[in-house]
């Protein structure tokens, strides 16, 4: 075998090994995204059920209409901050807004997101409209990735009405409580 065979033979080799070890990087980083994914929805998950963020999306649910309808804090929201009564719902948006930028950047796979999420985050997205508004004369940025995660969440509810598989049956629920 002449010496341009071996080199050739080498080269190859050489290829074939450079090869496998970018197949075996890129292995590697998709199952270092899944972690990640798995860290950032539990950490999601865990502040949707904590009693803070519980107390603060009742707060907006049922209490922020109310708040609302106060002159004074019309006044603040539109000319100074949010005002101390709003607190809670900012806690909220701004939860949200993170929820929306891991889901925009994929951090979090956008259909988990919103095949768990997409209820509570329209429902939430539509009560803080207005306090969204006045923000917004101030600074047009603010709550944007909120905005997205509540867009996305709505074309998943047109396309998903329910997130049980097509073909699967379902379940006797038995009688009524």
């Avoid at 080199?7 to 980083?29: D, E, M, R, Y």
């Avoid at 509810?157 to 097509?166: A, G, H, M, N």
């Amino acid at each position: 075998m002449s010496a341009d065979w071996v080199t050739a033979l080498a080269t190859l080799g050489t290829f074939i090994v450079i090869a496998a070890s970018a197949v075996a990087a890129l292995l590697q980083l998709n199952h270092m995204r899944g972690s990640n994914q798995i860290a950032a929805l539990t950490e999601c998950r865990e502040t949707l059920e904590s009693d803070a963020f519980q107390e603060a999306r009742y707060f907006v649910l049922r209490e922020l209409t109310g708040v609302l309808a106060d002159p004074e804090v019309q006044r603040e929201l539109v000319e100074e901050r949010v005002p101390k009564e709003l607190r809670q719902a900012q806690y909220v948006a701004n939860f949200f807004e993170s929820m929306g930028a891991f889901v925009r950047f994929n951090i979090i796979d956008r259909t988990i997101a919103c095949d768990l999420w997409s209820t509570s985050v329209i429902a939430i997205w539509e009560e803080l409209r207005p306090v969204t508004r006045a923000l917004r004369r101030r600074d047009p940025g603010v709550w944007e990735n909120f905005e997205y995660l509540a867009a996305l969440s709505k074309q998943f509810i047109e396309r998903f009405p329910t997130s049980y598989p097509r073909n699967m049956p379902r379940l006797d629920l038995g009688e009524e409580v």
